[in-house]
């Protein structure tokens, strides 16, 4: 029988010498190995554990709820987010009342390039919406997770050297394993109507579609916010507001400032 993984999250109520020396003595007994191990909250540890048969997480679980110096928190079967919270220490925040939407700061990239590279690697269509300021790593961070997820990226709309406003694509990159990359603003600003046509036949695909400024593209599409799988949030700091007001203010996308690639 295959060992299942399950993830135990406690909080510490008395932070006594060889506490965790006890919980690791006491899964040993069970016969449940550790898998990682790591703060995961201040006073909070998250572990990653593999056991062969449900009752002996149940009979943890009761052992556990004996103990004063402890309160768990979560035994469960392990979701993204507990993973990521093992490997990097902390979990990513996600908004209370809109539970696809997750935010992070500029100093959180690696946590957000490894949450997007586990998103990329899973099969079938899932459309991701990205939110920020210019020049906080948008793109930049979008491009490496595309790496770590060994997928290839392909740019149909974007500022990252150039304004790129691609209206075909070749054969061999209709493929469902690559991540089509779009920029809401400058798909609004630039293109033509064979640029949306490329549009719709890609969000048609199988496969991951990632979107910046998600708020622009849906004012100037016919898709909705609710079509999005996940919402990230990208800020220099967590009090930072993103606004669109100098785009909509200004001719910011005008290509007699900008020079461009259309393909």
Not at 6 to 31: C, F, H, K, V
Not at 61 to 78: G, H
Not at 175 to 187: E, H, K, P, Y
Request: charged share 30%; hydrophobic share 40%.
């Amino acid at each position: 029988m295959d060992r299942k993984e399950w993830y135990l999250e406690y909080e510490i109520q008395i932070n006594r010498p060889g506490l965790l020396g006890d919980i690791s003595s006491l899964l040993g007994m069970l016969s449940i190995n550790i898998v990682t191990i790591n703060g995961v909250d201040e006073g909070r540890r998250g572990l990653l554990l593999l056991a062969q048969s449900e009752q002996q997480i149940e009979r943890l679980e009761s052992i556990l709820q004996t103990m004063e110096t402890i309160n768990v928190t979560k035994l469960r079967e392990p979701k993204l987010r507990d993973r990521l919270a093992v490997r990097h220490g902390r979990y990513i925040q996600r908004d209370a009342d809109d539970k696809k939407t997750f935010r992070f700061i500029r100093d959180e990239l690696g946590l957000l390039v490894d949450f997007m590279a586990e998103l990329f690697k899973q099969e079938g269509h899932k459309l991701v919406g990205i939110r920020g300021m210019p020049r906080v790593g948008k793109t930049e961070s979008v491009v490496a997770s595309s790496v770590c997820a060994n997928k290839k990226w392909l740019f149909v709309s974007s500022t990252l050297l150039k304004q790129t406003i691609r209206n075909r694509l070749i054969e061999d990159e209709y493929s469902s394993d690559n991540i089509f990359i779009l920029d809401g603003i400058v798909s609004t600003k630039r293109a033509n109507e064979q640029h949306w046509a490329l549009v719709r036949e890609i969000m048609r695909l199988p496969a991951v579609k990632v979107i910046e400024h998600p708020d622009i593209f849906v004012q100037n599409s016919e898709y909705s916010i609710e079509d999005f799988d996940y919402i990230i949030e990208l800020r220099n700091d967590p009090d930072e507001e993103i606004t669109y007001d100098l785009v909509q203010k200004s001719n910011f996308f005008q290509e007699s400032e900008f020079g461009g690639f259309d393909f």
